[in-house]
C-alpha cells in the first residue's frame, strides 16, 4: 500500500496470549473444579489479553478436553490451542476449530515443552496434518527453535506463523549468564528476521517474564508473545493477599455471627479461654 510504514519504521501491536495450564495444575491437584482455568481466562481477557492459549497435553496432565470445549464456547476472544502432531490431536482441533494451533513437541517425561519442534526432520508427517488444520480454517503456527533450518522448513510447510522457542534466553536471562544471554537473543532477533522476510508471522512464547517480555517487545518482527507460568506465578503472589483478607473476614463473620458479643445476648461469654498462638 502506498505510504505504509516500512518494518523498521512501524510499531506494530504486539499481541499477549495468556496461557492458563498452570491453573489447571493446580485444581487438578485437588481433583475439583477450583481453580477454574475458564474463569482464569476470563480474567486475563478482562485484564487485556489478546487470546487465550492453553496446551491439551497427551496425558492430559492439565487442561483437559472439556476445558477446550469451555474456553471456546465462553471466550470471546482467539483460542490458541497447543497440540502435539498426533491424529488424536488433529481430531480434536478440527472438530472444536480453535482460531488458531500451534504444533509443539511432546514428550511424556518432559515438565514442560523443552525444545523446538523439528519441522526439518517431520515435514512428510506434518504435511498432511498442517493441510488438514489449514483446511479446517485454523491458523496453524509451529513452535521452532530460532535455527535457519528450522525456520526454512517451516516456510517450505506453508504454516502462515511461527513461535520462536525462547526457553534458552530465557534461562540465561534468569541464571545471569550474560555472554549466552545475549547471544541468544541474536539468534532470536536474526530468526524473526529472517522468518519474517519470508513471510511468516512471528510469535514467541516460554519462559517469558515482565524483563524479557518487555526485551522482545524491541524487535518489530515480533506480534504475539504467549506468556504462561510466570504470569500464573505473579497471580498467586500479587493475589494471595486478598485471598487471605478475605478469608480472614469469612472466618471473622462466621465467628460473630454464631457468637454474637455477650451485650447482645449472644454466648460469646461461654466460649472456654484459649491460649493465642500468636502471643
Ligand atoms: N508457547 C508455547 C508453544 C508453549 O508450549 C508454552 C508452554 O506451554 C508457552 C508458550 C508458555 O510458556 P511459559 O509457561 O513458560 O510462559
Known sequence: MAGSPTLATERPRLRLGVNIDHVATVRNA??????????????????????ITAHLREDRRHIRDDDINRLKALIDRPLNLEMAATREMADI?????????????????ERTTEGGLDAAGQHTTLSPLIEELRAAGIRVSLFIAAERAQI???????????????????EAVADGHGDRAAAEFDRIRSAAKLA??????VHAGHGLDYVTAGQ???????????????????????????AVRRMRAAMDRGRSSAFPPASEGGEEG????QADPAT
Open 152 to 170: 526454512e522448513a517451516a516456510a517450505a510447510l506453508r504454516v502462515p506463523v511461527i513461535e520462536i522457542h525462547t526457553g534458552a534466553w530465557c
Open 93 to 109: 482441533a478440527v472438530r472444536v476449530r480453535p482460531h488458531a494451533a500451534c504444533i509443539v513437541p511432546e514428550r511424556r517425561e
Open 216 to 242: 522482545l517487545a524491541g524487535l518489530p518482527e515480533v506480534v504475539e508473545l504467549n506468556i504462561g507460568h510466570f504470569l500464573i506465578g505473579e497471580a498467586v503472589m500479587e493475589g494471595l493477599a486478598t
Open 30 to 51: 485437588r481433583g475439583g473444579r477450583h481453580p477454574d482455568p475458564v474463569q482464569a481466562a476470563e480474567i486475563a481477557v478482562m485484564a487485556g489479553a489478546d487470546g
Open 270 to 273: 461461654r466460649l472456654p479461654p
Open 196 to 201: 519474517r522476510g519470508l513471510g511468516l508471522e
